[in-house]
């Protein structure tokens, strides 16, 4: 028994074939991770463009009023039905508009913050909730 197992221990030509199959984990696990990370940073964006979007037709509605704030959480949430692109819906409890204090020439400003939850296809093996993604502007 002990000299087969010498025989294999010493001969040189399989050892690509097990430095393969301890490097396939590794590879497996950073396409996966790459392909989440690719993802997420894909759902940031969009969602951040729909936030900036959302706070400008806030602005412009605020502008409109001459600077009140009744109507323009509706403003923002009628741009949002036209420009979340995700897919996702957002979170409970989102958006949240609120209004800086006006200063010097930052007049009628428009705060929006966005959030989603999505779980990622790799990272779902290894994680018990979907991370939650935000943005704000």
Do not use: E
Not at 1 to 12: A, G, H, S
Not at 16 to 23: D, K, L, P, S, V
Request: no cysteine; hydrophobic share 45%; proline share 5%.
């Amino acid at each position: 028994m002990r000299n087969p197992l010498t025989k294999i221990w010493n001969d040189k030509r399989g050892n690509a074939m097990i430095i393969a199959a301890a490097a396939l984990p590794l590879l497996i696990g950073s396409a996966g991770l790459a392909t989440d990370t690719i993802q997420w940073a894909l759902w940031k964006r969009q969602l951040q463009r729909a936030a900036d979007s959302a706070a400008i037709a806030g602005v412009y509605h605020r502008v409109q009023v001459a600077s009140a704030t009744t109507g323009t959480a509706a403003a923002v949430t009628k741009d949002l039905s036209l420009n979340n692109h995700t897919g996702i819906a957002l979170q409970s409890g989102f958006p949240v508009v609120t209004f800086p204090t006006d200063v010097g020439s930052q007049q009628n400003q428009v705060r929006v913050v966005l959030a989603i939850q999505r779980p990622l296809s790799f990272s779902s093996m290894f994680m018990t909730n979907p991370p939650m993604i935000r943005t704000s502007n």
